[in-house]
């Protein structure tokens, strides 16, 4: 069964300064693996989905990395602000087949606190 | 607007007390999911439909019901709840094939049960 795992829980750091969230998962059997936001009393917003063959994907100050032979992934957030402050999800997707693309597993998430 | 609408967005109630959490989507999206988020736990997904009258069980089915008879509606019931089953619980929708569209999930806003 897979795995999904965060790394730090929650996370404090002053505005400006570069970050990097950490995700790891237990079968490197996946189809594509996301980034995600939630702010408090919301939905996730989807930041960056990354494809089993690829390495990298970059969105602004954003840039998801993707180590699928290792089962990491990082999400590097450059400069960041106090308007990044939210919780950051990472998610895979199996590699199977048929409707198994349709699977969702999620980590816990990290708790990001920008402070001005 | 492109959204995904969830129906209702707080509700308590008794155990064993039927009921439907209604969501619906206006992108014609083939894909839905359901989740619960719960703390310490992360979000789970609860049941996936790949396009209509195709279902499919996430990591956490028991005691739910769906169903997808037409393309935007894809209702969660609980037939018989119990306080287990307090909970967030999130829609989300997206584009199928992933392979295809590469297009991230489009997440409702959430409903907050609360079974007594």
């Known amino acids: 069964k897979q795995e999904v795992t965060q790394i730090p829980a929650a996370l404090s750091v002053p505005e400006g300064e570069n970050l990097v969230l950490n995700c790891s998962f237990t079968?490197?059997?996946?189809?594509?693996l996301q980034w995600f936001r939630q702010d408090p009393g919301k939905g996730l917003t989807s930041l960056l989905l990354?494809?089993?063959?690829?390495r990298e994907q970059t969105s602004g100050r954003l840039n998801a990395s993707l180590d699928k032979s290792s089962g990491r992934s990082t999400l590097y957030i450059a400069a960041s602000q106090p308007g990044d402050s939210a919780t950051y999800l990472c998610?895979?997707?199996?590699?199977?087949?048929?409707?198994?693309?349709?699977?969702?597993?999620f980590g816990q998430g990290t708790i990001l606190t920008v402070h001005p | 607007e492109a959204q995904v609408t969830q129906n209702p967005r707080y509700l308590i109630t008794v155990t064993g007390k039927k009921l439907t959490v209604t969501c619906s989507q206006n992108?014609?999206?083939?894909?839905m999911s359901w989740y619960r988020q719960d703390p310490g736990l992360g979000l789970r997904q609860i049941y996936y439909?790949?396009?209509?009258?195709?279902?499919d069980k996430g990591d956490v089915p028991e005691g739910y019901k769906v169903s997808r008879k037409e393309k935007r509606n894809f209702p969660l019931i609980l037939e018989s709840p119990s306080p287990n089953q307090t909970s967030l619980y999130f829609c989300a929708s997206s584009s199928f094939p992933l392979s295809i569209s590469n297009q991230p999930q489009h997440f409702g806003d959430g409903t907050r049960l609360s079974i007594l």
């Open positions: 079968d490197s059997a996946i189809y594509n």
């Open positions: 992108m014609n999206h083939e894909y």
């Open positions: 990354i494809q089993s063959s690829q």
């Open positions: 439909s790949m396009n209509v009258e195709v279902t």
């Open positions: 998610a895979v997707t199996p590699r199977g087949g048929g409707t198994s693309y349709g699977k969702l597993t």
